[in-house]
């Protein structure tokens, strides 16, 4: 199933993204939900499956988190479950991500699927992404406040709310409507009847991230062996002082393991291209021997990419899962890079290239990609 978003890019970028939040109704005309609530429940008796509960009753919150073994105790009203990541471990819900690759895949996250009764939400709260929220089957209502200074509030340990806002999106979503939201608005949804929401992250990585992803990279890689020196070092009046000349001289010392294009791009791919949700991997047993993939997609069998595996491309440079693809074929793995499903036509020459086929199978043996039944 491929799912159709009807949605002018270009205007949409221009006056919402990461500016205003927006409702999109009828986004997705004639909307099928790609599972079940009961599918969902399922997914959440998974001990790998990142799930968690969360109700209110006049006033009192409660979170729990799975996997949980039975929903029985649940009332009728005012209880939401919420799945993460739903994309690596289901793959017609995985199809709802793929409209939204106008944007970049790196900047994109995961699928959370929500499934919430009469009542039901997690509370008016703040979130550091950009979200697009789709309305699957039921109705909802959505409120959503301007980007401004709110107390944060702790009902639950686990439950970071803010306090009450004023809202300048308050409406009702149906089938196939969908509200954006940039980080930081203020947003609740409460369901007024049993819903299935969907909601695709993004995710932007921050300062800290980034420094402490690269230090982790210059250790592993054992970078920046260079020392401090200072051949012309001056006479100081107090030796306690470090001159400014020297903290200069320390700071381009970190500039300089930065401003290395190569290692910087090097080690972006690795750390970009790592999901921050478990992945469903099932390296094949026994593993594939390269001539039995070789046979396998020359005979018109089609390679499907793991759920959630993240692909990117720097140049011609391509990393997947936190890897890089060494190759000389770049066109091959640049379908590697874009393309859900795979065949021999696609991967071109580089299929009768012996390094090539090494890499392919090393991909599928780590369960990366996988043949499609
Ligand atoms: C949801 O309840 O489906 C989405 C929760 C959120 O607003 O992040
Ligand atoms: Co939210």
């Given at each position: ?106 900047r ?21 992404y ?72 993004f995710r932007a990585p921050n ?167």
């Amino acid at each position: 199933m491929e799912y159709q978003l009807d949605l002018d890019w270009n205007d949409f970028l221009q006056r919402y993204w990461q500016k205003r939040p927006v409702i999109i109704k009828r986004a997705f005309k004639d909307f099928i939900d790609p599972l079940s609530p009961d599918e969902l429940a399922g997914l959440a008796m998974e001990t790998e499956v990142d799930s968690r509960l969360v109700s209110h009753d006049e006033g009192r919150w409660q979170v729990s988190h799975g996997p949980f073994e039975s929903f029985d105790h649940l009332g009728e009203n005012n209880w939401s479950l919420l799945v993460q990541a739903v994309d690596h471990w289901h793959e017609p819900s995985a199809a709802l991500m793929r409209p939204f690759r106008q944007l970049p895949d790196w900047r994109i996250d995961d699928l959370m699927i929500s499934f919430s009764v009469p009542g039901g939400g997690v509370g008016p709260h703040l979130d550091q992404y950009d979200v697009f929220i789709i309305q699957g089957s039921g109705r909802r209502h959505w409120r959503v406040g301007d980007k401004k200074i709110l107390k944060q509030l702790c009902p639950h340990p686990d439950l970071l709310q803010v306090e009450p806002f004023n809202a300048i999106i308050d409406e009702e979503m149906e089938p196939g409507d969908m509200l954006y939201i940039p980080p930081g608005f203020p947003h609740e949804g409460y369901s007024l009847e049993n819903a299935l929401n969907y909601s695709v992250g993004f995710r932007a990585p921050n300062g800290r991230e980034l420094v402490s992803g690269f230090a982790d990279y210059v250790l592993a890689q054992e970078l920046g062996g260079m020392r401090y020196s200072d051949p012309d070092v001056t006479l100081r009046p107090d030796p306690a002082e470090i001159l400014p000349g020297e903290i200069d001289g320390l700071r381009n010392m970190m500039l300089d393991l930065v401003q290395q294009p190569e290692q910087f791009n090097h080690w972006f791919g690795e750390f970009i291209s790592q999901s921050r949700h478990e992945l469903d991997l099932a390296p094949p047993e026994p593993p594939y021997q390269a001539g039995e993939i070789y046979d396998l997609l020359r005979q018109g069998d089609k390679l499907q990419r793991l759920g959630g595996l993240r692909v990117v491309k720097i140049g011609a440079e391509c990393y997947a899962n936190g890897e890089r693809l060494v190759t000389e074929h770049q066109q091959a793995v640049a379908t590697l890079a874009s393309a859900n499903v795979i065949d021999a036509v696609q991967l071109g020459e580089a299929l009768d290239d012996a390094s090539f086929l090494a890499l392919l199978t090393s991909l599928i043996n780590n369960g990366y990609w996988y043949f499609k039944n």
